[in-house]
């Protein structure tokens, strides 16, 4: 995978969490969103058998 379709993956996976907040989202609370995408991504790999 690319690093472009892994950002858009990214983006689109933390869409609805960015939409349900009410305020501008912060640096921390940006990273934080990333932070749990790319642990969400990395176990559906585990679970699919694959490796990062």
């Known amino acids: ?5 892994l950002v858009q993956r990214l983006s689109k996976a933390l869409q609805p969490e960015l939409a349900g ?4 989202p912060s640096e921390t609370a940006l990273e934080s969103l990333l932070m749990q995408a790319l642990q969400d991504s990395r176990l559906n790999l585990e679970d699919m058998g694959g490796k990062d």
């Open 21 to 24: 907040l009410r305020v501008t």
């Open 1 to 5: 995978m690319s690093d472009i379709e």
